[in-house]
């Protein structure tokens, strides 16, 4: 099972719901691998990797071919393998677009390795840009991860249109499998009313879990670690290891 994370707004909480995810997911008995489709790497260093001392990146699989066996590492954690970047990657999208067959390069670098794991999750970069169309290309199916902010559902009919092409022409298959209110703050009405507007505008396909806004959320990240691991208490890492509860379910 791919998972692509997704949503061409930055800032959205796509990082960290890919690492809160990878990491409970592991610790769930998956055995996981999260592919950092993002140049700015932050899925990367988020599990404590130094990005300028990797040895292979994504970039290396998609635009030097390198086997896909020789750009994954060992997280550290029982069950989770990375496919780690860092901004090498950011040259990839131009170089890309010259490609043969550059909708499915990931796709296909991906297949050696796919049965070895349970759920391989895919942290996009914030564009609609050809990584992310990659991305779509090998998922079964994606998570959105929405703001309760203003604007929420700015963007989200140009993304859906993505998917759309996305199934028409390059997979049949891919599924949304849910959007993910993020940052929510419940004492506020914004936020109330934000999330009844995306429950209404994905039409049951809201996860049930809402990730709160939490400190606790920001400050894993410098400790190399996920909320669950830093925090596993706090509101949001209760929150993220329910979410991973939710999908397994889902896909049970
Ligand atoms: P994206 O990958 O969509 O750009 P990130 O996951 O990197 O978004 O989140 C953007 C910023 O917001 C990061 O600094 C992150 O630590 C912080 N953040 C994400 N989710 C939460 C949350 N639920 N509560 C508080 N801060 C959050
Ligand atoms: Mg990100």
Redesign the pocket.
Known sequence: MVIAIC?Q???????????SLAVSLAKEGQRVLIIDL?P?G??TS?LGFDKSELRATSYDLLINELPIRDCIVDSGRENLDVLPTNINLAGAELELVSAVSRETILKRSLAPVQKDYDIILI?CP?SLGLLTINALTVSDSLII?VQAEYYALEGLSQLLDTVSKVKKILNPDIEILGALI???DRRTNLATEVASELRNFFQGKCFETT???????????SHGQAIVEYEPYSR?GV?YKSLAKEILNKLA
Request: no cysteine.
């Open positions: 949503n707004k930055g800032g959205v909480g796509k990082t960290t719901t890919a690492i993002d700015q932050n899925a988020g942290d914030p991860p993020t940052m929510y990730i709160p806004r939490n400190v606790r959320i920001s400050e894993a990240p949001g929150a």
